[in-house]
């Protein structure tokens, strides 16, 4: 059974594979970017990293279901750890932190290995597509309790928000 299970997940549809491997070379290249920007700028406190990397793998552990009627959905906490990562680390540490988190939550929930690959990878690119959001802005750290940092903020988890969207349905659309 667990031969036939692994036989599977190996058999996926070449364009799915082509998919996969784009999305996580996309993600490779803007951690590359990161790592290789890391002293730009101001170093974070000693407790920042390690307190966005929890949030954002804390924030795929534990989903919240809501349900209206019959239908019934599961969201996770991303966009919320997002936008305190934002907020909290610049754009480098961010993608660093993310990163490690992701990995760390896909992994405590047990995904298969190609959905963790593909889910950290498609969940790298959209934190990426947000930081991009904020340098584009000329806030690379947007202050949360202003009213122009809180907007900028919501952009960007906006844009995070899509691009996990347009990922996943491009992953579900070509699985079939």
Same mark, same amino acid.
């Given at each position: 059974?667990?031969? /036939?299970? &692994? ?11 082509? %998919? ?6 996309? /993600?490779?290249? &803007? @951690?590359?970017?990161? !790592? ?20 954002? +793998?804390?924030?795929? !552990? ?13 969201? =996770?906490?991303?966009?919320?750890? @997002?936008?305190?990562?934002?907020? @909290? %680390? $610049?754009? $480098?540490? %961010? ?27 498609? &969940? ?18 947007? =202050? ?5 940092? /809180? ?13 996990? =969207?347009?990922?996943?349905? &491009?992953?579900? +659309?070509?699985?079939?």
């Amino acid at each position: 059974m667990e031969a /036939a299970r &692994s036989a599977s997940a190996i058999a996926l549809p070449r364009r799915l594979r082509m %998919l996969i491997v784009a999305v996580g070379a996309a /993600a490779l290249i &803007s @951690l590359a970017v990161a !790592v290789l920007t890391l002293g730009v700028g101001d170093a974070p406190a000693w407790w920042q990293v390690p307190v966005g990397i929890a949030l954002i +793998g804390v924030s795929r !552990v534990f989903p919240m279901r809501l349900q209206l009627g019959s239908s019934a959905t599961s969201q =996770d906490w991303g966009e919320a750890a @997002l936008i305190v990562g934002l907020a @909290l %680390l $610049s754009p $480098s540490w %961010l993608l660093v932190a993310a990163a490690i988190g992701l990995t760390l939550g896909y992994a405590w929930i047990r995904l298969e290995a190609v959905k963790l690959f593909f889910n950290v990878a498609a &969940s790298m690119i959209a934190v990426a597509m947000a930081c991009l959001v904020l340098v584009l802005l000329g806030s690379p750290q947007p =202050d949360a309790l202003t009213a122009g940092g /809180a907007a900028v903020l919501l952009l960007a988890a906006a844009v995070s928000s899509v691009t996990t =969207d347009v990922a996943c349905a &491009s992953a579900v +659309g070509l699985s079939r």
